[in-house]
């Protein structure tokens, strides 16, 4: 079974611009969730979708959206970059560990993105 | 105060100690505990996943719930420097992937 697969999984960008970043799950996995992970605050949980609805949302400016397509693929988009958006960005594809009510999440490689 | 709390160490043990690293919570309604392990650049692998409370071991890994006292734990036997890395606690109250994640630990094994 093929992992989670970001794209692209390094990017440098200037100030003002915008990045779009990509995420295919785990083949039959339909829920997605995005992360920011940064050395001074760790995994911070951006938002989750679900058959291509936004299901939950964490505390980000409205500068961070994102999407989900019939195929399960997500995309996320920052807009107006600024430096401190500067860190890893991890997509979780959300699935079972093992038997009903173990929910879980597998990671992908990351997409680091570095702001200039 | 947060609501899961985890030391960022480095912690640094020589090869083949035993490592012991732990968390605790606030929230009694947490019952799913998971372990995750990052190397550096890359992205967190699923390690232990654990209901409620109790022992689940995994080869050299064994994690520990103790949901009276808020604290879970993992022990990796015989640790190798491959073991090196961060490794992370998250746990959730249900489903809808609402999990909420420690700060990790960082781990250095010295050979």
């Known amino acids: 079974k093929a992992g989670v697969t970001q794209t692209p999984r390094y990017l440098i960008k200037t100030r003002g611009q915008q990045v779009t970043l990509s995420c295919s799950p785990i083949s039959g996995h339909r829920s997605v969730s995005w992360y920011q992970q940064t050395p001074g605050q760790g995994l911070q949980f951006l938002f989750e979708y679900f058959s291509e609805t936004q299901r939950n949302k964490g505390n980000f400016p409205g500068r961070f959206s994102g999407r989900q397509f019939s195929n399960s693929r997500s995309e996320m988009n920052v807009s107006t970059l600024e430096l401190g958006d500067s860190a890893l960005y991890l997509c979780a594809s959300n699935g079972v560990a093992g038997g009903p009510g173990t929910d879980t999440q597998y990671f992908g490689p990351g997409t680091r993105l570095t702001v200039l | 105060q947060k609501e899961v709390e985890q030391d960022p160490g480095p912690l640094s043990v020589p090869e083949g100690a035993i490592v012991s690293l732990n968390c605790t919570y606030s929230?009694?309604?947490?019952?799913?505990f998971m372990w995750y392990r990052q190397y550096s650049r890359k992205g967190p692998e699923l390690l232990m996943y654990t209901y409620s409370s109790g022992n689940k071991e995994d080869g050299r890994f064994t994690a520990q719930v103790d949901k009276s006292s808020k604290y879970i734990s993992l022990f990796i036997r015989d640790s190798q420097p491959s073991d090196s890395a961060t490794y992370l606690c998250?746990?959730?109250?249900?489903?809808?992937?609402?999990?909420?994640w420690g700060a990790g630990t960082k781990l250095i094994i010295k050979p």
């Open positions: 998250a746990m959730s109250a249900g489903s809808n992937y609402q999990l909420i």
């Open positions: 929230n009694s309604a947490f019952q799913y």
